[in-house]
Nanobody, 117 residues
Framework: QVQFVESGGTLVQTGGSLRLSCAASGIRFSANAIGWYRQAPGRQREFVATIASTGSGNYADSVKGRFTISRDNAKNTVYLQMNSLKPEDTAIYYC???????????WGQGTQVTVSS
């Protein structure tokens, strides 16, 4: 039973920082590439960042240089450190394996990030 539980989202001012967490279960965590995705109101879910089993990160151009993805395999947890937040970062943030995301499966509830101007 695959499950992802996102947490850490809140209201933050422009320029602020936030750290999101994603606790995963039901998968061999260390063997999977994990991604963060986000969905703003009225828009499609989009890729934010992924981290491979090797620890290599990949980022959307819109967040490159501001966000950092990391993982702690011992805790089955992926993090997204978000700095220099902008109003356009406002969205519900989800985590998932890259494989499941590609199949539009196993989405959790997400965590709301709201960046005020």
């Amino acid at each position: 039973q695959v499950q992802f539980v996102e947490s850490g989202g809140t209201l933050v001012q422009t320029g602020g920082s936030l750290r999101l967490s994603c606790a995963a279960s039901g998968i061999r965590f260390s063997a999977n590439a994990i991604g963060w995705y986000r969905q703003a109101p009225g828009r499609q879910r989009e890729f934010v960042a992924t981290i491979a089993s090797t620890g290599s990160g990949n980022y959307a151009d819109s967040v490159k240089g501001r966000f950092t993805i990391s993982r702690d395999n011992a805790k089955n947890t992926v993090y997204l450190q978000m700095n220099s937040l902008k109003p356009e970062d406002t969205a519900i943030y989800y985590c998932n394996t890259v494989a499941s995301a590609s199949l539009n499966r196993n989405w959790g509830q997400g965590t709301q990030v709201t960046v005020s101007s």
